[in-house]
């Protein structure tokens, strides 16, 4: 199984200092304006005053990849990180086996003639934790699930409600991203680099897994008839709700995995049955939805 692993107090200082020592660097999720951003930073050193990161970049594409050729560019200009001092921010990184996240809060920002970005000062975390490396593979839905997908504009204003949702089908999931396809009737409208809401129910017999995520690529389908989306997540490390959320994912992808492996679909007794998806009432500092009816 896929289980979330909690490191606490001295080994999470332990891994904060063999990430330090090896040089890996991290992404940085944080919220500006009602909008999810990445910057890449690197962390330097990590004592009883906190974390200091250098800042390396910061760009509007969430995913916070940035190939070198992007980088030497006379186009490319990294935009400042744009957080304040007291915000909350995500940071997520890859090591060894697996995926640490854990959440903190800026605390100050000092300069650094050895960074273009300068240096990010940060609350060390109390926790940090690990997700398994195979919850971030993308698993095919299993044949027998008809899992549906609504997907709609993110809305500025907390107390506002998608003006249209499109529904379409769950084609693969990771604890990272998604493919679904729309079908081509309902002319959905998103763009690559575009910013959406989902919500779907992986099981006909569960609650809604629910969060904002960037859509990465746009197809058609070889028939026509639908247009595929992929979707990688944002935003979930930087909240409690959101890591939740994460953990969700981790497991309804080890178990879509299991499903696909051993065909024994006694385990979800209404897998025949359609997921229905209710959309409710999106708070975007929270990485999830309010309990609250369309």
């Known amino acids: 199984m896929n289980e979330v692993v909690v490191l606490k107090n001295a080994e999470a200082g332990r891994i904060l200092q063999c990430i330090i020592e090896?040089?890996?660097?991290?992404?940085m999720c944080y919220l500006s304006r009602g909008k999810w951003h990445i910057a890449k930073i690197l962390p330097i050193k990590a004592d009883d005053n906190g974390l200091a990161a250098s800042v390396l970049s910061?760009?509007?594409d969430a995913s916070g990849l940035i190939s070198d050729g992007a980088r030497q560019s006379p186009e490319f200009r990294p935009r400042p990180v744009n957080i304040h001092i007291g915000q909350s921010a995500g940071l997520a990184l890859k090591y060894e086996g697996g995926k640490f996240i854990f959440e903190t809060k800026v605390t100050d920002f000092e300069f650094s003639p050895d960074s273009t970005g300068g240096v990010i000062m940060l609350e060390t975390p109390e926790q940090i934790e690990l997700i398994s490396r195979r919850s971030f593979y993308r698993v095919h839905v299993p044949d027998k699930l008809d899992v549906e997908v609504a997907v709609w504009h993110r809305c500025f204003r907390q107390?506002?409600?998608?003006e249209k949702i499109w529904r379409g089908r769950l084609i693969d999931l990771s604890a990272g991203g998604l493919q679904l396809a729309i079908p081509a009737l309902q002319k959905p409208d998103f763009s690559e680099g575009q910013f959406a809401q989902v919500a779907f129910a992986p099981l006909p017999s569960e609650a809604n897994l629910e969060f904002s995520a960037q859509i990465r690529n746009i197809l058609p389908t070889a028939d026509g008839l639908c247009v595929c989306h992929g979707m990688?997540?944002?935003?979930?490390?930087a909240s409690k709700e959101g890591r939740l959320t994460l953990t969700r994912l981790a497991a309804v992808t080890e178990l879509y995995y299991e499903l696909n492996r051993t065909n024994e679909y006694d385990r979800c007794p209404q897998v025949g049955v359609k997921t229905k998806t209710c959309v409710r009432h999106f708070r975007p500092d929270w990485g999830c939805l309010q309990n609250q009816s369309e």
């Open 159 to 162: 107390d506002s409600q998608p």
């Open 22 to 27: 090896k040089k890996i660097q991290a992404n």
């Open 232 to 237: 990688q997540m944002v935003g979930l490390e």
């Open 58 to 60: 910061a760009h509007p």
